[in-house]
């Protein structure tokens, strides 16, 4: 009885293509949008289970002479909700308020009811990246063009420079409010919190980090050109968890059933855990 069971779950396993393996565990993946341009800036939703992203139109990115074109965009059950009355470049879930803020070339915005976006303060402000931790009530700001790193108050509508990071494409924080991040010098680094010089990764090729997100258990996880990489606060050598085939350009998670969320050019995919598993 015992072999028939096994006989069945490696037959489930492949009719699921389990080729894909992060920390060990197989998944499946499955494109769960095409769309033309680089979706970017991935963050999941668990209260609704939106996907949000930002999408970029690569002809005005690899044009200096012109401003970038992007918009942002909800995935939800399959359908893709343009965010048409502001400018969006990033977004930001804050699972404790139960909001989504929308980051703007003027200014900070909350998404309501009807997936518009409500001006809400930082007027003049070009904000090109947003990230807010689940254990804070700080929301984390990159504000264009020194791309500076800000923490948000959201209550006095105030803002303060992060002292130590000189600027930031992309960042992450972990529940010690370390900050993960990546800068002029191409090497993902992290400032400890209550410290003054930020410490290099090694092992992780200049220029390769793409993007930063948090699983569900709080781990640190990087997007990089060859895969997905552990990033710990008290080891400069990261981990690797999967290998990629293609060139990330946004990560996210859902946290309650395990689920990877990774874009690349024109396709966002969905990876899925082949067994049910604890992280």
Request: overall charge negative; charged content about 25%; aromatic content about 12%.
């Amino acid at each position: 009885m015992l072999q028939f069971v096994l006989l069945l779950v490696v037959a489930a396993a492949a009719s699921k293509n389990c080729s894909f393996y992060f920390d060990g565990h197989p998944y499946s993946r499955t494109a769960i949008l095409s769309i033309k341009g680089l979706p970017t800036n991935l963050v999941y939703n668990p209260a609704n289970q939106d996907l949000l992203f930002t999408l970029i139109d690569l002809e005005t990115l690899q044009d200096d002479n012109i401003q970038t074109k992007m918009d942002q965009y909800i995935l939800r059950e399959g359908n893709t909700i343009k965010i048409d009355n502001v400018r969006g470049q990033a977004s930001a879930v804050d699972m404790k308020r139960n909001k989504v803020y929308i980051a703007s070339d003027d200014g900070l915005n909350e998404l309501n009811s009807t997936d518009k976006a409500n001006f809400v303060g930082l007027k003049d402000d070009d904000i090109v990246q947003l990230y807010k931790p689940r254990h804070g009530d700080e929301l984390y700001a990159v504000l264009f063009p020194e791309n500076a790193v800000y923490i948000i108050d959201i209550e006095k509508n105030e803002k303060r420079k992060v002292e130590y990071i000189p600027c930031a494409f992309y960042l992450g924080v972990d529940d010690k409010d370390n900050i993960f991040y990546e800068c002029d010098s191409k090497y993902v680094k992290v400032l400890l919190k209550g410290f003054q010089e930020p410490i290099e990764f090694v092992g992780i090729a200049k220029n390769s980090g793409k993007a930063i997100a948090v699983d569900g258990i709080g781990r640190v996880i990087l997007a990089a050109t060859d895969g997905l990489y552990h990033l710990r606060p008290d080891n400069v050598i990261p981990n690797k968890l999967m290998e990629l085939d293609f060139y990330p350009s946004g990560i996210a998670f859902n946290e309650e059933d395990n689920r990877i969320y990774l874009s690349t050019n024109d396709v966002i995919y969905r990876y899925n855990p082949c067994f049910p598993f604890i992280l």
